[in-house]
């Protein structure tokens, strides 16, 4: 079974300071999706970013990028030049490629930014 | 576009109550997910659709538990009896194949 493990409970950041949320995983597949979502107090699943296994090229979507290590079965999130609408919970989620079903998600990272 | 959306935003109700829970997906998604969240579990999935077709309901903790969807725009998640462990923050998502799935905002359930 898939498993996603954020060792990172919580994390701070200075506001335009650049910070890095851990993301590794366990599978035994070679092709799947790995994502980021961002949950602000209130409450929504934002999707930040999204990454296909089988691209070698690091997604970026603005200020958020991610390093994608397939053979380490790591997915870290780097934001830069955060913003105080930045804190939040960021949870890293796995999917497999075949099935549109089952998100498997870590147990999040709290992202707070300092003024 | 309007987005997953998800009633009531806030349920509070007694223990052994009938708790529903309703979700409208996005028009034209044609996947459609429900996760229970807590604070000791995390995001979990309990059960999802496809074309109004259960596909995986492994998720789903015991019998209490039942999900309907009857039509492509609307799908119910009850629980009855409610039971205080039952407490935690429900989320309905849609996607098409493919791509990712899309979140409504929750419905923060407090069985007393």
């Known amino acids: 079974a898939q498993t996603v493990t954020q060792s990172q409970p919580e994390m701070s950041v200075q506001e335009a300071e650049t910070v890095t949320l851990s993301c590794t995983y366990d599978?035994?597949?070679?092709?799947?999706?790995l994502f980021w979502y961002k949950q602000p107090p209130s409450r929504q699943m934002i999707l930040v970013i999204r990454q296909e296994a089988y691209k070698q090229q690091n997604a970026t979507e603005n200020r958020f990028s991610v390093n994608f290590q397939k053979a380490a079965k790591s997915f870290s999130l780097k934001i830069s030049d955060s913003q105080l609408g930045d804190a939040a919970m960021y949870f890293c989620?796995?999917?497999?490629?075949?099935?549109?079903?089952?998100?498997?998600f870590g147990k999040g990272t709290k992202l707070s930014v300092k003024p | 576009d309007a987005g997953v959306i998800q009633s009531p935003r806030h349920e509070v109700t007694e223990m052994g109550q009938e708790v529903t829970l309703r979700c409208k997906p996005i028009?034209?998604?044609?996947?459609l997910f429900w996760y229970r969240q807590t604070m000791m579990r995390g995001l979990e999935l309990l059960i999802y659709?496809?074309?109004?077709?259960?596909?995986?309901d492994s998720g789903m903790p015991e019998d209490r538990f039942s999900a309907k969807m009857p039509n492509a725009s609307f799908s119910t998640l009850k629980i009855q009896p409610s039971e205080p462990r039952d407490s935690a923050v429900y989320f309905c998502?849609?996607?098409?194949?493919?791509?990712?799935?899309?979140f409504g905002d929750g419905t923060r359930l407090s069985i007393l």
């Open positions: 599978t035994s597949e070679s092709d799947y999706y």
């Open positions: 998502a849609s996607s098409v194949v493919g791509q990712p799935q899309h």
């Open positions: 989620a796995y999917r497999s490629k075949g099935s549109q079903g089952n998100l498997i």
């Open positions: 659709f496809n074309n109004n077709v259960p596909i995986d």
């Open positions: 028009s034209g998604h044609d996947y």
